[in-house]
């Protein structure tokens, strides 16, 4: 009897697992599921959270580059990080003649490669608690394990928190992030 009831209460928790398991792998985010099997722009467009920056990557002519082969990794504002500057800097960044400079900041959120939170954590512990993620878009962004949350300080001096990490995508990473990262500038 006992050993049946064992039995089921371990099948119990290898299904409970399992499911966790198969909920990890497609997370929620904006509350769209966030397919592995789909590249960054297919699932992006999905997100609710994330419609300004699918506008910007839209305007700065990036979408075929986030389609791409990749890996890539990427630090995900969200619409919120957005509303945070200073009004009127997306609708500015978002006209035409500011193409060069939105290009920027959102380069400045992309990594080449498919780094993983627990990669980066580990990187900036060796590395004496913080890492320099060298992005696609020249900047610098130091990672630091704070408290074991993953936080990012651009080269504006701005600190941004993961605030969902290692979202899978067929073409690299997303890590939405709760600021927009900053060039220097």
């Known amino acids: 009897m006992i050993k049946s009831v064992i039995r089921i209460a371990a099948a119990a928790a290898m ?24 590249n960054i722009i297919q699932n992006a467009v999905n997100s609710k959270d994330h419609t300004t920056l699918v506008a910007a990557v839209k305007a700065a002519g990036l979408v075929d580059t986030l389609q791409g082969k990749g890996p890539f990794t990427v630090f995900a504002p969200t619409n919120e990080a957005f509303a945070q500057l200073p009004a009127g800097t997306v609708d500015t960044l978002l006209k035409p003649e500011n193409k060069e400079k939105l290009t920027k900041i959102l380069t400045c959120h992309v990594v080449s490669g498919d780094d993983m939170a627990a990669a980066i954590k580990n990187w900036a512990k060796t590395h004496g608690g913080e890492y320099d993620l060298k992005t696609v878009g020249g900047c610098t962004i130091k990672a630091m394990n704070k408290g074991g949350k993953l936080t990012l300080t651009d080269e504006a001096g701005g600190t941004a928190h993961i605030t969902i990490a290692d979202v899978k995508q067929s073409n690299g990473v997303i890590h939405v992030v709760d600021k927009v990262l900053l060039p220097k500038m």
């Open 15 to 38: 299904v409970s697992a399992l499911s966790s398991i198969a909920y990890a792998k497609d997370p929620m985010v904006g509350g769209a599921a966030m397919y592995a099997t789909k």
